[in-house]
């Protein structure tokens, strides 16, 4: 089957387009033929061994020291059950399933096991939307719902509402019954549209001066800005970050034993239960994806550039083409990679749990 392999960290340039074995499925597992798989933040930082703060060491020694140390890539995907393993229950031939899984979404099969994060697609939503939800969505469930415990009526506001994690976070803030104010320097439409009911813009103006306080600031860009935002906060309220640094921890052990505002981070590992969650949420139309380019499983170097170099509006998500059908190739095409080297193929946060940006 083809895959794209990732045999040393670095640039979009060290993502080839090769052959594997068809994965071979246990009695607990099922095959999916993969259809579309989301190209996020937690892919690119893998690829590049881009690892933030004291998560580098760790980061290397779970995903490879020198070069990766599972080839194939990819986290999160959706498609199609085509074979179940004798022990398996809860899944049959022919469901449309999304998932999120350590590695391996960057292939035409993937083996699962039906105990890990993956569930039935949510009624009315294609491969490619349902691809996109995992990786944000999951992060914010746990973030704002069970994290800092957002209740109806509370004041949440999201910093880089615009990006992946942010679209999600502001439709689960408004879903719990918060007033939702996004912070993004762009596509406040596309942002007000997901829920936000007031838009900052970080260039033009300064929220943590405004005087206006939040019981929740969720913290979606890179970094630890507690000290900063800190005066935006109401005295009981909550500093979500993505960003587990030591200084994070600290601040953390800091405010729990002094109370007043809370500094907050964990991992946002992905379940069964997590994703059925997110795929009821999006039936009762409380949360959708946004799927700005599309690219086809030859082209995921392009994809990976998009998502580096030209901020899109929306996921950038791979897809690929169902037995005897053609791939739907977006905007450019298919390039076909020279056959040297395994097919070398030109440029370009399932969680990655504290990966994640």
């Known amino acids: 089957m083809k895959a794209?392999?990732?045999?040393?960290?670095?640039?979009?340039?060290?993502?080839?387009?090769?052959?594997?074995?068809?994965?071979?499925?246990?009695?607990?597992?099922?095959?999916?033929?993969?259809?579309?798989?989301?190209?996020?933040?937690?892919?690119?930082?893998?690829?590049?061994?881009?690892?933030?703060?004291?998560?580098?060491?760790?980061g290397r020694l779970m995903f490879g020291m020198f070069r990766p140390r599972h080839s194939v890539g990819g986290t999160n995907f959706a498609g199609r059950v085509v074979e179940v393993g004798a022990e398996v229950t809860g899944f049959a031939v022919g469901d449309d399933v999304f998932g999120g899984v350590a590695h391996g979404a960057y292939a035409e099969y993937l083996a699962v096991s039906a105990k890990e994060a993956i569930a039935k697609m949510p009624a009315g939503?294609?491969?490619?939307?349902?691809?996109?939800?995992?990786?944000?969505?999951?992060?914010?469930?746990?973030?704002?719902?069970?994290?800092?415990?957002?209740?109806?009526?509370?004041?949440?506001?999201?910093?880089?509402?615009?990006?992946?994690?942010?679209?999600?976070a502001v439709q689960v803030a408004k879903?719990?019954?918060?007033?939702?104010?996004?912070?993004?320097?762009?596509?406040?439409?596309?942002?007000?549209?997901?829920?936000?009911?007031?838009?900052?813009?970080?260039?033009?103006?300064?929220?943590?001066?405004?005087?206006?306080?939040?019981?929740v600031i969720f913290d979606a860009t890179e970094g630890d800005h507690f000290r900063s935002?800190?005066?935006?906060?109401?005295?009981?309220?909550?500093?979500?970050?993505?960003?587990?640094?030591?200084?994070?921890?600290?601040?953390?052990?800091?405010?729990?034993?002094?109370?007043?505002?809370?500094?907050?981070?964990?991992?946002?590992?992905?379940?069964?239960?997590?994703l059925n969650d997110v795929r009821m949420l999006v039936e009762q139309g409380a949360l959708r994806s946004v799927v700005a380019e599309r690219f086809s499983l030859e082209q995921i170097g392009r994809a990976h550039a998009a998502l580096e170099q030209s901020r899109p509006r929306g996921s950038v998500v791979v897809e690929m083409s169902e037995a005897g059908a053609p791939a739907h190739h977006g905007r450019a095409g298919i390039e076909h990679a020279p056959q040297a080297r395994g097919a070398a193929v030109p440029n370009c946060s399932a969680s990655v749990g504290a990966l994640r940006p």
């Open 229 to 274: 935002f800190r005066a935006a906060l109401t005295s009981t309220g909550r500093y979500l970050t993505l960003y587990m640094t030591v200084r994070v921890l600290f601040e953390m052990a800091m405010t729990t034993m002094r109370g007043g505002p809370r500094a907050i981070a964990g991992v946002a590992m992905g379940n069964a239960d997590k």
């Open 4 to 58: 794209i392999i990732n045999s040393q960290y670095g640039s979009p340039e060290v993502l080839s387009l090769g052959e594997v074995p068809r994965p071979t499925i246990k009695p607990n597992q099922i095959l999916v033929q993969v259809l579309a798989a989301d190209v996020t933040e937690g892919d690119r930082r893998l690829r590049a061994a881009d690892f933030p703060g004291f998560t580098a060491v760790f």
């Open 175 to 215: 879903h719990l019954g918060a007033q939702v104010t996004g912070v993004a320097s762009r596509d406040h439409d596309l942002v007000r549209s997901l829920g936000a009911s007031e838009i900052i813009d970080y260039t033009q103006e300064d929220f943590t001066k405004s005087g206006k306080r939040w019981d």
């Open 125 to 168: 939503t294609t491969h490619a939307e349902a691809a996109a939800l995992p990786y944000g969505a999951v992060t914010a469930l746990v973030f704002l719902r069970d994290m800092a415990k957002v209740q109806a009526g509370e004041r949440v506001l999201v910093v880089g509402a615009s990006g992946g994690v942010g679209r999600m």
